[in-house]
Each structure stands twice: as structure tokens, then as C-alpha cells.
């Protein structure tokens, strides 16, 4: 039976994302995890992090997925409910565990360990796609990351494009490059496949000398601009380059004084230029408002829980005075 079968009807989402989300552990005290015996309980994963992300701005996110059917996998389910993230296309699975990272961050340098082989995630297939639900969104979130789980979550991007193509629900991909689940090699022609399928495409200029095999920036720009949707690059010196039909807009960067833990930033960006997006505001304008929402995700630690509320944002641009008592 599949997602769609067990969901008859569903609430109607601004958003559609759907990908991995595992439960997260982090040594306290500062310590690596070889030394440490005591660990913060979370949980992380790029698509729900932006569906928190939009859920907190203001707009209806909603996540699909698979979990197990055990502590962490419920944990992770009520925790998305409460944040306003509609999950009524999660299903858990009891024949198949949640997956697990555990993250140090030792002289300002982060490491990841994965547990995650044949996770209940990287068991989704097409049959789990709800294809009512994505029609019925105004934007799909992807990410690079589900197609290197295994190759039904891959097949399973490619159909969820490909359902949201053929009723003009534009599709936003962010690559994000994890090679710790596949070589470059492997990633590379599917990351440029589903690159040239996106509407908008939110890669940082590094994954982009990655994919494009230079670290000239104006070959760089030749590659993107035979894209045919908008390319957002984040990542530069201090600027975010939007190109949109030959022509590049550049966003300064927010700066942020002194950041507590970058892991959230990039999700952040993402969760705020879609935001901008549904606001119908340029994508200069969408792209300034992911900096802001990446800058105040960098100030606490957490992949999602620094995310910022629109009343904060308003904050940050000066539009909303605090009040502190």
C-alpha cells in the first residue's frame, strides 16, 4: 500500500519537501565522541530543516517521509507537528530503523558520522509519493542528498520533478553534497541532471567547482547561465550571485559578528528564498531574505532550532522594533 492509498485526503501546503531525517547526537561539554559520555538528543535532516524553516516564516511546509517505528522516528514525527510542518505524508515503517548521526565539532571543525544504510528512508520508492499532495503546492524542495540514499529515493526524485513539471509547481533544488554517501563521480550527472530540471537551483560555489570540475568562476557562470531556470549561488567572498536569463544580480552577504554553529545556514538561505518566493518578491529580494534568515541560524547551535520566526526577521530588517520587558 502505498503513501498516497493511506492518505485519502491531506491539508493543502504551500511547500512540498521530502527527504531524510535522522536523529542527531552531539557530545556536551565540547568534548569528541570518543571521550564523551554524555550526548544532546535532536534530530537533522536539510528538507525538514527548511520545512521548519518556512513553517516558523509564516507559510505551510509539508515533509514526506518514511521513520521507523521506534523512539527516535516518533520523536522526530511529533516534533515536526508542533513546529507546524504538516506531516501527514510520513509513514512509520516497523520493519526498518530511523537513522542516526552523530556530530563533533572539535577547533571549530565539525565531523558527521552516518548511520544511516538501509534506513527506513532509504527504502521510499515512487509508490510513496502522494502525487496529489505535490500537485496541490505552489513550490517542491529537493535536495542531492535523497537521490544518494539508494536508488528507489532516486527514482523517486526524478518522479516527484517530474509529477510537479506537468502542473507548473516550480521546483526549487539545493544540491547539497554529501560525500560521505557517494563519490563526486557518481553524484556529478545526477546533481547536473536534476540542476537542469529545477526552476530555481540553490548551489554554493564550491559544490559548483565541484560539479563543473573548475575553479574559474567565469566558467563557472558559463555552465549555470545554459541552465534554464534561475541559479542562486551562495557561498561567495561575501555576496550571494542570483543569475536569472543572462544577467547576475549581487546580494551582499549579512555579516554576522560572531556565528555559534554554521551547520543550519544553508537550509536557513533556502527557507527564507522561499519564502521571498511565495511573498512574489524578486529573487534579489528572495535571495536577500534567505542571508538574513542564514545569519540568525548561525547565532545558536542546532541544525533548525535557531531558525527564525517572521516577528524576528522583521527584527533583523528593521521593521519590527524588540521589545525586551
Known amino acids: 500500500m502505498s503513501l498516497a492509498d493511506r492518505h485519502p485526503s491531506f491539508p ?10 535522522m536523529g542527531l547526537f552531539t557530545p556536551m561539554g565540547g568534548k569528541d565522541i570518543a571521550h564523551s559520555t554524555l550526548f544532546e538528543k535532536s534530530f537533522g535532516g536539510a528538507e525538514s530543516n527548511v520545512a521548519i524553516g518556512i513553517a516558523r516564516l509564516g507559510y505551510v511546509a509539508g515533509w514526506c517521509g518514511l521513520l521507523g517505528d521506534d523512539p527516535i522516528g516518533r520523536h522526530i514525527g511529533k516534533v515536526l507537528r508542533g513546529e507546524g510542518v504538516d506531516v501527514s505524508q510520513v509513514h512509520f515503517l516497523t520493519d526498518a530503523n530511523t537513522g542516526l548521526m552523530l556530530r563533533e565539532t572539535i577547533s571549530g571543525r565539525s565531523a558527521v558520522y552516518y548511520y ?29 542528498i535523497t537521490p544518494a540514499l539508494s536508488d528507489s529515493c532516486h527514482q523517486t526524485v526524478l518522479r516527484a520533478v517530474e509529477v510537479a513539471k506537468s502542473q507548473q509547481v516550480k521546483v526549487c533544488f539545493d544540491p547539497n553534497i554529501r560525500l560521505k554517501l557517494w563519490s563526486m563521480d557518481q553524484a556529478r550527472p545526477i546533481l547536473l541532471e536534476l540542476a537542469k530540471m529545477a ?35 551562495k557561498g561567495g567572498a561575501n555576496e550571494t550571485y542570483v543569475h536569472e536569463r543572462g544577467k547576475i544580480t549581487v546580494v551582499p552577504h549579512v555579516r554576522v559578528e560572531r556565528p555559534t554553529d554554521t551547520v543550519g545556514a544553508g537550509d536557513g538561505f533556502c527557507a527564507g528564498f522561499i519564502v521571498g518566493l511565495l511573498k512574489n518578491k524578486s529573487l534579489a529580494e528572495s535571495a536577500h531574505l534567505g542571508n538574513v534568515v542564514g545569519a540568525i541560524a548561525v547565532g545558536s547551535p542546532g541544525d533548525w532550532e535557531a531558525l527564525p520566526t517572521w516577528e524576528e526577521v522583521e527584527q533583523a530588517l528593521g521593521t519590527r522594533n524588540h521589545i525586551e520587558r
Open 12 to 21: 493543502r501546503v504551500d511547500v512540498v519537501t521530502f527527504g531524510e531525517t
Open 116 to 144: 544511516r544504510k538501509h534506513s527506513a528512508a532509504s527504502l521510499m520508492s515512487p509508490a510513496d509519493l502522494n502525487e496529489a499532495y505535490i500537485t496541490n503546492a505552489k513550490i517542491l524542495h529537493i535536495t542531492g
Open 199 to 233: 526552476d530555481y537551483f540553490l548551489p554554493g560555489l564550491p559544490e559548483l567547482r565541484l560539479l563543473y570540475q573548475t575553479d574559474d568562476f567565469a566558467e563557472i557562470l558559463e555552465h549555470v547561465q545554459a541552465l534554464p531556470g534561475a541559479t542562486i549561488i
